[in-house]
């Protein structure tokens, strides 16, 4: 069974959360490499910057930002290689993707998870 999470890379560490992968084009304030326990920083798969900034955490203005961010996906050179790389981990293992927003519904790890799922 496919184990597909997301997560605040500021929680707490888990086992269970098998690869972790981070998805902000940016690093996240105040988080060490020891305590962030990545096994990926993966910032070609993160939205633009000119994405990320007109979106800016606003939540009247995540369905534009999650259409355009899907967008993105779809026309990056570099998704399905990151596809295929999830795929592959999940066969083996939990995957666990990790963002740095305070917000946990309206992210880019949610919208990103979604596109996975879809593509599965």
Known sequence: ??????????DEYEESDGMRILVDGLWPRGISKEKAHLDLWDKEISPT????????????????????????????P???????????????????????????????AVVLKEYIMEEM
Do not use: S, W
């Open 1 to 10: 069974m496919y184990e597909l999470k997301i997560k605040r890379i500021y």
């Open 78 to 108: 570099h998704t399905q290689d990151f596809l295929k790389m999830v795929f592959n981990h999940l066969e083996k293992q939990p995957v666990t993707l990790l963002y740095g927003a305070k917000d946990r519904l309206h992210n880019q």
């Open 49 to 76: 910057t000119t994405l990320r900034k007109a979106f800016n955490h606003e939540i009247d203005k995540y369905e534009v930002f999650r259409k355009q961010y899907r967008q993105e996906l779809a026309e990056n």
